[in-house]
């Protein structure tokens, strides 16, 4: 997605572009959607033991599972260090 040309206007100040309402939406879709699987692996976590977890998972399906994770979660690393880094130049 390329960067909006009003990027640098407060957003308070002007409407917003179709692919802003878009990103919006998307970051949206994204939080109820981490928030769901959080709740997911909480309850695996809680109502089943890890053995059991690993004797009765789909073992290829399981680690596929895992690289995405490892891959939304070095995103997430990125995005906070984008973020931090953001906070001490401003």
Request: include cysteine; charged fraction near 35%.
């Amino acid at each position: 997605m390329k960067k909006s040309n009003h990027s640098n206007q407060p957003l308070r100040e002007r409407w917003l572009t179709v692919d802003e309402i878009r990103l919006m939406c998307d970051l949206r879709i994204m939080h109820s959607k981490v928030d769901e699987l959080h709740q997911i692996v909480s309850n695996l976590k809680r109502r089943h033991s890890r053995s059991d977890i690993y004797k009765y998972a789909d073992q290829p399906l399981l680690n596929e599972d895992i690289a995405r994770v490892d891959e939304i979660y070095l995103w997430f690393i990125n995005l906070k260090e984008e973020r931090d880094n953001g906070k001490k130049a401003g």
